[in-house]
């Protein structure tokens, strides 16, 4: 089962910049309630999207260096990378289908 | 998956899962529809102090978990899905969602409210980059800088005293004289060092380059405006009720809340409401838990009078 993964600032350039496959990075932290609740939409997204886009996730309070790197000031965010830029920010609780849409414009 | 139910919950804060466990508790097919988690607005309150049974205060979140394992025990089930609108057709209800029809034989519409955003420039563009609407969030972004929180209700103030734990300074930018917030609160923000006020002032709009850099203010009793440099800016101005897809079936109040009688029915028979959502609403947790109550009760009579 595909699931969304921990990346810190060691591994962002690794797994998410060097990806093949377009990647999500979940900006979130443990004080973050809509972070909580969008964390299983995005555990289903994972399942949904397996081999199109690899989801991943970023503690913000343990890796300061990249969520400041990008600018991150609200989470939970959303940014799907692909060939190491970030082509789609998403911020704040969002439903799911509101995610797909976003998700399949970028993919399209 | 199953489409036809007894009772389609709309909503899953406070109101819809009390609903939630009375209806289903009453032996009734019942559905609830919720277009992200359950738990609503109360979900994101660091701390709930006033809801009877926790002397200790909750989170908003942990009571909101509770609410929900309580109604699951009695049956009640949940869909993720976005509703578009409501239906009637040879006396059911069809909702529509994004996940299909589902017909029941009567609704309860739970949808409570959305934050108000401010309608200003600037605010769109840098949603996520200095504008925020959730303090508890996001407050850790503005370690040691100043930021403004625009509202004077409890929201606002608890957020203002959240703030205060990272900020330089807090300033809280509100269009009345005096704040709505209750006392206790009050009390605190006036003793706290950290926050100032501004009265009587509004945001005209929200400039900075790639981030928030400062806010543009105009006093509504002089007309004078003014500019306040800030790296943050926090909106916690109210709510508007979610009642858009509702227009033209029930019938709503001005401001767009749904209105009811005290039994929580709406124009539409067999279609109740409840929580932050109805006109009146005192949008609190206990008051929406109490007429999610109220309508599954009036609900259920609903159904079995329909049936004889």
């Known amino acids: ?108 | 998956m199953k489409t036809e139910y007894d009772v389609i919950i709309i909503g899953g804060g406070p109101a819809g899962l009390s609903a939630g466990i009375y209806t289903a508790r009453a032996r009734l097919t019942s559905l609830l529809i919720e277009k992200n988690m359950v738990g609503g607005l109360i979900a994101d309150a660091e701390l709930v102090e006033n809801y009877p049974g926790f002397p200790e205060g909750i989170s908003g979140y942990d009571l909101t978990q509770l609410m929900e394992q309580q109604a699951q025990i009695f049956g009640l089930e949940t869909l993720t899905a976005e509703v578009n609108g409501i239906k009637l057709k040879d006396g059911l209800k069809v909702v529509q969602t994004t996940q299909g029809e589902f017909t029941a034989k009567a609704v309860i519409i739970a949808g409570g409210c959305e934050r108000t955003k401010l309608g200003v420039p600037g605010e769109v563009e840098f949603t996520g980059k200095g504008v925020s609407y959730c303090a508890t969030c996001d407050a850790f972004f503005f370690r040691d800088q100043p930021v403004a929180i625009v509202g004077g209700g409890n929201s606002a103030i608890s957020e203002a005293l959240q703030l205060t734990k990272f900020a330089s300074r807090v300033t809280v930018i509100h269009r009345r004289q005096e704040l709505r917030a209750t006392r206790i609160l009050q009390e605190k923000a006036f003793a706290e060092p950290k926050i100032e006020f501004l009265w009587n002032t509004v945001v005209e709009s929200i400039e900075g380059e790639d981030v928030v850099k400062r806010l543009q203010l105009r006093d509504v009793t002089t007309d004078e405006k003014s500019t306040l440099n800030v790296a943050g800016i926090f909106v916690s101005t109210g709510l508007n009720p979610s009642t858009n897809h509702l227009k033209g079936i029930l019938a709503l109040d001005e401001a767009g809340y749904i209105i009811t009688n005290d039994k929580m029915e709406t124009d539409a028979p067999g279609i109740f409401a409840a929580g932050d959502i109805r006109s009146s609403s005192i949008r609190q947790t206990i008051a929406a838990a109490g007429d999610g109550a109220v309508a599954a009760i009036y609900a259920e009579r609903f159904i079995t009078h329909a049936a004889k």
């Open chain 1, 1 to 108: 089962m595909a699931q969304p993964i921990d990346v810190d600032d060691n591994q962002f350039e690794q797994t998410v910049l060097k990806s093949a496959t377009p990647v999500v990075v979940d900006f979130w932290a443990t004080w973050c309630r809509p972070c909580t609740m969008i964390a299983p939409i995005l555990d289903e997204l994972a399942e949904e999207y397996s081999g199109r886009i690899t989801f991943t996730r970023l503690d913000v309070d343990q890796n300061q260096k990249t969520a400041a790197q990008y600018q991150i000031m609200s989470i939970p965010t959303l940014l799907l990378f692909k060939d190491g830029k970030p082509i789609v920010n998403i911020v704040g609780l969002r439903p799911k289908e509101e995610l797909k849409r976003n998700l399949d414009a970028a993919l399209a």
